[in-house]
């Protein structure tokens, strides 16, 4: 997605446009991908421009509550976030630390549980944990 883009979508959705947010969008939007806010920062810096590990982390959390990436987090330490927003599962490889999309139509979940009482079901997301194969 191209600067005008990004400063497009910011507006659609609310978000005051700022020089660091245009910075992140142009990187997450980029393609359909799933990165870190480090992996962020790094290309940020890639192009000779700063940014702070606190601006990328509440830019990124604004998009995710304005809804135009989602967060994905594969454990307590590791989030990735994802420029496709359509309903989708995912792969983590644990070794390579590699994150890839699952097709909603190849997982079928037969039964849920009971949802607690005075809620609704927002959203499933599933996260499958592999490792590369060892050979023996």
């Known amino acids: 997605m ?8 910011l507006g659609r959705n609310g978000i005051t446009i700022t020089p660091q947010r245009v910075e992140v969008g142009e990187v997450l939007f980029s393609r ?3 990165v870190s806010a480090e992996q962020i920062i790094d290309e940020i ?3 000779g421009k700063s940014v702070s ?3 990328v982390y509440n830019t ?10 989602k967060a994905v987090h594969v454990n307590p330490e590791r989030t990735f976030y994802d420029s496709v927003i359509t309903y989708h599962h995912h792969f983590y490889n644990e070794d390579t630390h590699e ?3 699952i097709d909603p139509a190849s997982l079928v979940i037969q039964q849920m549980p009971e949802i607690p009482p005075g809620t609704e079901l927002q959203d499933i997301e599933v996260v499958i944990h592999v490792r590369n194969k060892q050979d023996i």
Do not use: C, S
């Open 2 to 9: 191209q600067r005008e883009e990004v400063v497009r979508v």
């Open 32 to 34: 359909a991908q799933h």
């Open 45 to 47: 810096k890639q192009h």
């Open 53 to 55: 590990k606190a601006t």
């Open 60 to 69: 990124l959390n604004r998009f995710v509550a304005k809804g135009i990436a």
């Open 99 to 101: 994150i890839t999309d």
